[in-house]
């Protein structure tokens, strides 16, 4: 899909199980005796307790609960500077889950919510500092091509034997299941195409739609509200996908559609992607591969490395260099399905 930069809340686990992460030996629950007096008291206390009390009690509980709720979603995003877990800055009147401000308390850096998506780029806030991205990278950055991925671009793909997004996401569905219930990290995620399908599908707690283009979040975000999709374990993200802002071993799985040959340096972000991905965590994506021309095949291994340096897009040219590529980055259990250009590779973190 959309190219991404060195080529988007869910949720560090709970800060309190990390703190007390080994000290559970130091932390014996001895029973508490109550004695008759005491429970007299109690039991006094709750009797003369009126509706009023019981109602700001229940509030209480309630907000308690969605608190650690927002917490342990706010806990799976990362600070792309040092992948120190991101904490919540704000308070409990802002409408979105993480607020309009994430810190880094290691980096004393803030990320911020525009009210669309979080803001999770090295030079996120960045002032006078700008770089020159890609050429592809900033081609899927334009409104225009952004507009028009849904509207005619990706239906394109069918010349190359793409079997269409429907069919792609059943595919990929069947690699996916040993995650199910966990989260899943839509990336280059374009307008959103299978980000949607994942949340329709329930199949995961949360789905983090990430992408560099905020063109392309902006149409996710449109799409998502024009066909009234759920977006309570939706959450869009703009990083960069050889930077990823999640804590390491925190993603259950990784899917990325026609995005591959779109990242300027496919192994930097793949192994970004094992790094996120939990034990047993799955990667799934689908790319063009071009060996169904045997006698072009020379002719490309000799010059893509020229068409990458003017265009930053990849020419993948046997199923044998993708396995290498996952190999090469910690993921085992490759496995690929063709269809003409088409290639769908799935490779799985080693337990």
Not at 13 to 40: E, H, I, K, S
Not at 150 to 168: I, L, S, T, Y
Not at 213 to 220: A, G, I, K
């Amino acid at each position: 899909m959309a190219g991404a930069v060195g080529s988007i809340g869910t949720i560090l686990p709970r800060r309190c199980v990390w703190l007390n992460r080994g000290r559970g030996a130091q932390c014996a629950m001895r029973p508490l005796v109550f004695q008759p007096a005491t429970m007299l008291r109690i039991a006094a206390s709750a009797s003369t307790s009126s509706p009023t009390e019981e109602i700001s009690q229940i509030q209480i509980q309630q907000d308690l609960e969605l608190d650690a709720k927002t917490e342990q979603r706010a806990a799976k995003l990362a600070c792309p500077i040092c992948y120190y877990p991101l904490v919540k800055k704000s308070d409990k009147s802002s409408s979105s889950i993480y607020g309009p401000l994430l810190k880094c308390d290691r980096c004393k850096k803030d990320y911020q919510n525009n009210g669309t998506y979080l803001d999770l780029t090295v030079a996120a806030s960045s002032g006078e500092y700008t770089e020159s991205m890609p050429v592809a990278t900033e081609l899927f950055r334009s409104p225009l091509v952004s507009f028009l991925y849904e509207r005619g671009w990706r239906q394109n793909f069918v010349w190359a034997g793409f079997p269409g997004p429907k069919k792609e996401f059943e595919m990929a569905k069947e690699y996916l299941n040993p995650t199910i219930g966990g989260t899943i990290v839509d990336a280059s995620c374009g307008s959103g195409l299978f980000s949607r399908l994942f949340v329709r599908s329930g199949m995961f707690s949360q789905v983090i739609a990430l992408d560099f283009s905020e063109n392309m979040l902006r149409q996710c975000s449109e799409f998502v509200e024009k066909e009234n999709i759920p977006n309570e374990n939706l959450v869009l993200v703009r990083a960069d996908i050889s930077r990823l802002p999640f804590p390491s071993g925190s993603i259950d799985a990784v899917h990325a559609g026609a995005a591959l040959h779109c990242w300027p340096s496919p192994a930097s972000a793949v192994a970004e992607i094992s790094r996120v991905l939990r034990p047993g965590g799955v990667f799934v994506a689908t790319t063009f591969i071009a060996d169904v021309v045997p006698p072009a095949v020379p002719v490309l291994r000799f010059t893509r490395q020229y068409f990458a340096q003017f265009t930053s897009n990849t020419i993948y040219v046997s199923e044998t260099e993708l396995e290498d590529l996952c190999s090469a980055c910690g993921l085992v259990g490759f496995t690929c399905v063709r269809n003409g250009f088409f290639v769908m590779i799935s490779a799985t973190k080693p337990s």
